[in-house]
């Protein structure tokens, strides 16, 4: 098969950075030209101090140091990446539509589309383009339709281009990127040419072993990561359900995990109650499953998915109705100390983020909140709820501080909740944070990472998920 000497991936995000910083740096010989239209990502990307990449991820930065300017490159030049390379990623963003058809449910594909026409326009050979990003099953079809039909020399005809297309979805999680690039459980690669495929496989063969690349054909490949990521949310929606029967009943959910994940049919992981999974991938990637579902007819397929979305809502829901109950039924006017932004822990990603939908509670109910996150900027959480559309921009403003201490944060606050289950809260001087709040001292803890007896003892009211109160 064909050797890869130049790759170019369309899309600098938190998929194509971090994905194409491993190829590099796994394959010294092989150049790699990550490109995007955001020239601020682009300059951030290719900014000398490396604590201000775009992307927050364990163990990055080091991994930049070494490719960048070697073997990898940073660029908005889109055209010439494109008509340097042998093989082109997709890595572009592909979130639920907000407009037409499929609103609200569907992944709009106009940023695939894009990316296809100008692939089609700029390319004068022969050239492999694999599917990075998370697609509907089918899209390859489309991609090739766009491809071999649009351009300046149309596949087919005299000196036309040749274009292969393959389906290469990413199963990193955010927050432990680099590890799971390094030694991913499975590459997956659906194609229908054999030397294509082969050609891909030989540049994760630079340092996956073989048994660890799958290969499929395009429906499957497409299909699994969809399957993939509702499954992964369904065991989350499952526990959390669970999570509630266990504040009713005395059971704690924690142990109930514990319990059922040493079933080596179940297993440990992804067994832990939260106050809501969030994420750019997991309500998008099921929505457009249950989309796809129903656009085939397969109504109780559709609903069942759907389940998943909709305990997810609720979930979020009841923690922050909780926190107004528990406070006497109003929190108007009071403070409430947020730790954690972020989706999970050890990211600066907040899309879809549970604690954005808590905090919108709230500040319907008047009130105010502080928020402590160690990796989020202020920027950005004015963003994401300026981005709800439910108050003004001066009114979350008004509402809501963002502090870089959680001393601060915690300061003559009525309320704590713990959205993120970031490491560092386990060891705040509780007594501290105790004597800065108002009393009674309320901790909501919506990711149970926090020393229940250790916070009860200094005298805090400390409820868990999946636990209920407790002190
Ligand atoms: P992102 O929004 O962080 O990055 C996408 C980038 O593509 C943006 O910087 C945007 O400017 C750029 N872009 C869009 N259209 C372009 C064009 N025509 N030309 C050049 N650049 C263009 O998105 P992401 O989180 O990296 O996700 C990308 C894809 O990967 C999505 O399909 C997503 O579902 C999938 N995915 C994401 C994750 C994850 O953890 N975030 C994991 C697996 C798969
Ligand atoms: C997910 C998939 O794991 C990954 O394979 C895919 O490529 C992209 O989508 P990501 O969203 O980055 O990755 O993080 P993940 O670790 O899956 O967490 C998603 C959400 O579920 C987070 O909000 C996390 O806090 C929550 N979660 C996860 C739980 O609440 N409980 C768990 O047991 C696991």
Redesign the pocket.
């Known amino acids: 098969s064909k050797k890869i000497t130049k790759i170019c991936c369309i899309g600098a995000g938190y998929v194509g950075g971090p994905t194409m910083a491993v190829i590099a740096q796994k394959c010294p010989d092989v150049k790699v030209t990550v490109v995007d239209i955001n020239e601020k990502r682009i300059a951030a990307w290719n900014d000398e101090d490396l604590g201000k990449l775009p992307v927050y991820e364990p163990g990055l930065d080091k991994v930049v140091e070494e490719a960048r300017g070697r073997n990898l490159f940073f660029s908005t030049e889109v055209d010439k990446a494109i008509d340097e390379a042998e093989m082109i990623f997709i890595s572009v963003n592909t979130p639920t539509k907000t407009y037409g058809k499929g609103k609200g449910m569907a992944a709009d594909l106009k940023f695939i589309e894009l990316c296809a026409r100008q692939i089609a326009r700029v390319a004068k050979d022969d050239k492999i383009v694999v599917e990075k990003s998370t697609l509907p099953v089918r899209t390859a079809q489309a991609l090739k339709s766009i491809l071999h039909n649009t351009g300046s020399s149309p596949a087919g005809k005299e000196g036309g281009v040749q274009f292969d297309i393959l389906s290469n979805p990413?199963?990193?999680?955010?927050?432990t990127a680099v590890e799971d690039l390094h030694a991913p459980d499975r590459v997956l690669i659906g194609g229908d040419n054999p030397e294509a495929i082969q050609a891909l496989v030989d540049v994760y063969a630079h340092w996956v072993p073989a048994a660890n690349i799958l290969t499929t054909n395009v429906w499957s490949s497409e299909l699994s990561k969809l399957t993939?990521?509702a499954f992964?949310?369904q065991?989350?929606s499952s526990?959390n359900a669970l999570s509630e029967l266990c504040e009713k009943t005395g059971a704690d959910v924690n142990e109930v995990a514990r319990a059922i994940g040493t079933d080596s049919r179940i297993g440990p992981?992804?067994?832990?109650?939260?106050v809501?999974?969030?994420?750019?991938?997991?309500q998008k990637d099921i929505l457009n499953l249950v989309y796809i579902a129903k656009s085939y007819g397969l109504h109780e397929v559709a609903d069942y998915w759907e389940q998943v979305i909709l305990m997810n809502d609720h979930q979020k829901r009841r923690f922050a109705d909780n926190i107004v109950t528990t406070l006497y039924n109003t929190v108007s006017g009071k403070k409430i100390a947020f730790l954690g932004w972020a989706?999970?822990k050890d990211t600066n990603d907040t899309r879809e983020?549970?604690a954005i939908h808590v905090a919108d509670y709230l500040l319907n109910e008047q009130a105010e909140i502080v928020v402590y996150d160690p990796k989020v900027t202020e920027e950005q959480i004015y963003a994401d709820l300026d981005y709800l559309n439910t108050r003004d921009e001066k009114e979350n403003r008004k509402l809501v501080t963002v502090v870089n201490d959680p001393y601060k944060a915690t300061d003559e606050a009525h309320a704590i909740a713990v959205l993120t289950?970031w490491d560092e809260f386990r060891a705040y001087d509780w007594q501290r944070i105790y004597d800065l709040m108002l009393k009674p001292s309320f901790v909501f803890d919506g990711r149970a990472v926090l020393d229940r007896e250790k916070l009860k003892n200094f005298g805090f009211e400390i409820y868990i998920i999946g636990v209920g109160s407790c002190g």
């Open positions: 990413e199963f990193l999680a955010e927050g993939a990521n992964l949310a065991r989350v526990i992981k992804f067994l832990k109650a939260s809501g999974f969030g994420g750019s991938c997991f989706f999970k983020s549970a289950e």
